[in-house]
């Protein structure tokens, strides 16, 4: 089954500890993204990948790492996770086919809460 | 600064009717344009993508485009309460570009 999987789900962690969420998609597209979604702000994007160790910031990249080390995965980082980053965080990944149209793919959704 | 603007709503439509969303943008040189639809509690699901001007239809769903007014449509034939949502329009400024820029949704009720 084509999918975006994220992990954890859930995540209740304490400000200043690193963590790391995981991303990983299986349909061998060679862009992926980022997100947070937080009430009235609507989708922003954090950071994106065109490729292997290429990435790029989008509107939203304080405070957030990432890397493609592989076409599979694409890790979100917090080195230091203050209670602004309180937020559902969404991975997606997409491709551009036929007929020049682009399908995103998201993934379920990270819910993380920083006291 | 890109924007992209919606009504929050709610929209709300009796089962049947016509929803029409609408969605303007900033970025005069946007290209590409994407409605997503959202349940609640559930991920964005990709529902039209449109790059052209004028109408794109695709089963009871409608785009429509004007660049000259920076203006982009989601038209819903014969709502559902199954159409109940979130929708939320994105646009991206180059073509093959990954910098998508979205709206803060409106939320649309389909009353039966």
């Known amino acids: 089954e084509a999918q975006v999987t994220q992990n954890p789900r859930y995540l209740i962690t304490v400000t200043g500890k690193k963590l790391t969420v995981t991303c990983s998609q299986n349909?061998?597209?060679?862009?992926m993204s980022w997100y947070r979604q937080d009430p009235g702000l609507g989708l922003r994007q954090i950071y994106y990948s065109m490729n292997v160790e290429v990435t790029d910031k989008g509107d939203v990249p304080e405070g957030y790492k990432v890397s493609r080390k592989e076409k599979r995965n694409f890790p979100l980082i917090l080195e230091s996770p203050s209670p602004n980053q309180t937020s559902l965080y969404f991975c997606a990944s997409s491709f551009w086919g036929r007929l020049n149209q682009e399908t995103q793919y998201f993934g379920p959704g990270t819910r993380l809460l920083v006291l | 600064q890109k924007e992209v603007e919606q009504n929050s709503g709610p929209l709300s439509v009796p089962e049947g009717a016509i929803a029409s969303l609408n969605c303007t943008y900033s970025?005069?040189?946007?290209?590409?344009f994407f409605w997503y639809r959202q349940y609640s509690g559930k991920s964005p699901e990709l529902i039209m993508f449109i790059y052209s001007n004028g109408d794109k239809e695709d089963g009871r769903f409608t785009a429509q485009l004007n660049k000259a007014s920076q203006y982009v449509s989601l038209l819903i034939r014969d709502s559902q309460p199954s159409d109940s949502a979130t929708y939320l329009c994105?646009?991206?400024?180059?073509?093959?570009?990954?910098?998508?820029?979205f709206g803060p949704g409106t939320r649309l009720s389909v009353l039966p």
């Open positions: 970025d005069r040189g946007s290209q590409s």
């Open positions: 349909m061998n597209h060679e862009y």
């Open positions: 994105a646009v991206i400024l180059d073509n093959y570009g990954q910098n998508f820029v």
